[in-house]
């Protein structure tokens, strides 16, 4: 069985702070671990994805996330935050099984930046 | 743009009405999901459909219904129509490419409002 959990269904940071966005998984086989975007009135997208090669997994706009086993978490990190970043965040596990992959999402974080 | 198309992009129907919600994956894929995100559910799976076959269901409630037909195209049924299911429907398919990660490419979603 697979879940999901993100700390914090709101973050808000100031512009140029760093952000930081937990979440922890848990499944019972080796998973793929995914950060999605939601910009307002859009579909999500992918951030980056952690699919077994590097555990520093780097995205788009700056972005990364760090897998660790041991911890179970992949938390997704931006040295410098940017107003464009603010947005919904969904951190994903998917597996293959049966029926092919199924994904779980998190509850998601919002993300708020002050100038 | 993730090449996932949905059609509409907003439907205002009333109480016990039925609607039909329509999906063309990228070109090539095979696998269509579809996901039901609301406020106090967040994103929650409903239906998984591979080559015009029905994979894994989700959370779907007897009044949805899915199908996809042989150009992988979509639809997503809901009848008998009650205000919780206001909500914005979204469908999302995967690479046909492999290695396949699960990684899920979203449309921009169908919002549905029911008065």
């Known amino acids: 069985a697979q879940s999901v959990t993100q700390l914090g269904s709101h973050v808000s940071v100031s512009e140029g702070a760093l952000v930081l966005l937990r979440c922890n998984y848990s499944?019972?086989?080796?998973?793929?671990l995914f950060w999605y975007v939601q910009y307002p009135n859009q579909g999500l997208q992918l951030l980056l994805k952690?699919?077994?090669?590097?555990?520093l997994v780097k995205g788009i706009n700056g972005f990364e996330a760090e897998f660790k086993k041991s911890e179970t978490s992949f938390h997704l990190t931006k040295p410098s935050a940017h107003m464009s970043d603010a947005a919904e965040y969904f951190c994903?596990?998917?597996?293959?099984?049966?029926?092919?992959?199924?994904?779980?999402f998190g509850a998601g974080t919002r993300l708020f930046v002050k100038a | 743009d993730s090449g996932v198309t949905q059609t509409p992009k907003h439907l205002i129907t009333a109480t016990g009405q039925r609607v039909t919600l329509r999906c063309s994956p990228r070109s090539g894929d095979l696998s269509v999901y579809w996901y039901q995100q609301s406020l106090d559910q967040g994103l929650q799976f409903l239906i998984h459909y591979y080559n015009g076959e029905e994979r894994a269901k989700g959370n779907i409630l007897e009044r949805f219904s899915a199908q996809q037909f042989p150009d992988l195209h979509s639809e997503l049924n809901l009848s008998s129509l009650e205000l919780g299911d206001s909500a914005l429907y979204f469908c999302?398919?995967?690479?046909?490419?492999?290695?396949?990660?699960?990684?899920?490419?979203f449309g921009e979603g169908s919002r549905l409002t029911v008065l």
């Open positions: 499944s019972s086989v080796p998973p793929y």
């Open positions: 952690y699919t077994s090669a590097a555990t």
């Open positions: 994903a596990v998917s597996a293959l099984n049966t029926g092919g992959f199924k994904t779980i």
């Open positions: 999302a398919s995967t690479s046909f490419l492999y290695p396949n990660t699960g990684e899920l490419f």
